[in-house]
């Protein structure tokens, strides 16, 4: 069968391509330039996720700065307050404390106007003699015997406080001399002395009497 083929003739330019198609395989080839294929940018599109949170970082900083600042100004006015009010409590207490000496002079002199001291004397025996310190403004004194004589168990010894706006002599009280040592009495009149002119101290029944009875025994004023 082969024999009946007929042979046809390949044409002249495909041996020429085949030969270049050979040569062009050995021949090393060019390299081919990669490209980056970038995503087209659409502008205001993109933002940034990172921005509200600096910008309230930045407010929080700045509302800081200014709290401390704030405060640094109120404790410096506050210790100015505190030096001001010191120096002032100081010039107070030098005031008062003047005010307090005064007011000491005043009493003490107050006190000496209002004292008053009496001798009580006896018109029979000179020998006795009591002394009175009265002190108007507290309306109390101190009694001292000097050389009276001892009374006996059932009597005893009453001071009566002469007032001139008061008809009758006012009680000063009642005490009891048991030897020849001198005695201290602190007595108050039961009732307010306004102006006493005269004292005297009489011998009465034991505890005292509403109004005189006995005789008196050292007296001044009367």
Do not use: C
């Not at 294929?37 to 993109?46: A, E, F, K, L, R």
């Not at 949170?53 to 900083?61: E, F, K, P, V, Y």
């Not at 030096?83 to 009493?107: F, M």
């Amino acid at each position: 069968m082969a024999a009946h083929i007929p042979q046809v003739e390949p044409p002249a330019s495909l041996r020429d391509e085949i030969l270049n198609a050979v040569a062009a395989l050995d021949r090393p080839q060019k390299s081919v330039p990669s490209y980056r294929v970038h995503s087209p940018i659409v502008q205001g599109t993109v933002k940034n996720r990172s921005t509200p949170w600096l910008i309230t970082l930045a407010a929080a900083s700045l509302a800081l700065g200014l709290l401390i600042a704030s405060l640094f100004l109120q404790n410096r006015d506050l210790k100015l307050q505190i030096a001001q009010s010191v120096g002032n409590q100081e010039q107070l207490s030098n005031e008062i404390e003047k005010l307090n000496d005064a007011l000491r002079v005043s009493k003490t002199e107050a006190s000496l106007n209002n004292l008053r001291l009496a001798a009580l004397r006896s018109e029979l025996n000179l020998a006795y003699e009591v002394l009175i310190a009265w002190d108007q403004t507290r309306q109390s004194g101190i009694l001292s015997t000097g050389t009276l004589p001892t009374n006996s168990p059932e009597q005893d010894y009453q001071l009566w406080i002469v007032d001139r706006d008061v008809p009758s002599p006012v009680s000063g009280g009642v005490f009891h001399v048991t030897s020849n040592q001198t005695v201290q009495v602190t007595f108050n009149p039961t009732h307010n002395i306004k102006n006493p002119v005269a004292f005297a101290l009489s011998l009465e029944r034991k505890g005292g009497v509403p109004t005189r009875e006995g005789p008196i025994v050292v007296q001044h004023g009367l």
